[in-house]
């Protein structure tokens, strides 16, 4: 086993790596690999394939997450779970959850060639629909088995009008079984989740790993403005009722509610608009808006100063305001438990034990109530992901996969 200097062998989780962002991508674009689609679906058979190689027991439970277990010398002892996901965004990065899985497979695998034990077991899960880039939900894996997805939940809808629960139906999974994804109280001591960055902060401090404090709580809408659809040459400025004019307003008010506190950030990240004729005032616009921060008051004054202004804009342009919520979540801490067993792998394997939040969501953020929580990140190249040009470089995520090994193995109880 070639070892590199991290203590994982990183050549073999490059390649995992290199793999696994072959699926669903297109000649001269990213990754997409939707919920449900035949893209996860290989996707988390050549996982399936990594787990078992490295000696894992694998199955899926009753909402598609893929699981890879590794026996303790306490088959019963609460678990140890690490891991992320394989879906993505449209047109997305190579890195961006199969970071996190297969550096968790790494990690175990490496325990598996050391025959190492531990008191607890070990999982390593792939969760189902992290991004929510098909049906706007999002993270719909780990909610299932926090226990908290509920089965209206599975009627969000993607573009084409199909459901989540038609969606799960098309893979042969039962909507009305979600339940049995659920873990039970005090199952699992513990998880932890190794991630890119996504931002610019450890390549400021040319750090190759950063250990996580909390994550940012988003909160996804959906605002619709109805005005009225008029002829663009006979129409008076004065006497219109131009739904995209007003939208316009209202995003440059969200840039600059966002701005003001420093921390939030805001962004119009989907916009229909109708009819669409070039000679047409717009009558009927919509649009998304994902508002986040690690402060939930804040975001939530952000939120409720936005919409007080949308209303006043939308009144005097004679426009009607819509909104619907999408998905609100608290910011979620890190727990103290699992910071600090990464703070001691970060010493072990000689890194600064540096410190940051994380403004994108995750899936730890569902588990909070279920068992303690942890991210280690590694380093993002300009900062950039939700992009094909998302890099993290082979030594980076080599040293992120043995920060998580070292840390695994102090959650697991080495013995
Ligand atoms: O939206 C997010 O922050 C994550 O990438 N799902
Ligand atoms: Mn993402
Ligand atoms: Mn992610």
Redo the contacts with the bound molecule.
Sequence with gaps: MPDSPAGIDQERLWSRLSELSKIGKSEGAGVTRLSFTREERAAKDLVASYMREAGLEVREDAIGNLIGRREGRDRDAPIVLAGSHVDS?RNGGDF?GPLGVLGAVEALHTMSERELETERPLEVVAFTD???ARFSS??IGSRALAGTLKPEDLQAKDRDGVSIAEAMRACGLDPERIGEAARAAGSVHSYVELHIE?GGILESRALPVGIVTGIAG?AWLRLTLTGEAAHAGTTPMGLRRDALAAAAAVMGRIEREAMRTGTSVGTVGQLELSPGGINIVPGHVSFSL?L?DIDEDIRNDVEARIMHEAMLLCEKRGVSLGTKTLQRLPPAPCSKLVQEAARAACREQGFEPFELAS????DGMHLTELCPIGMIFVRSKRGI??NPAEYSSKEDCAAGAAVLYRTLLGLAREI
Excluded at 359 to 362: C, E, N, S, T, V
């Design positions: 965004v961006d992290e991004e929510g999002g993270m996504q988003p994902d986040r403004g994108a969501g995750h992901s939700h």
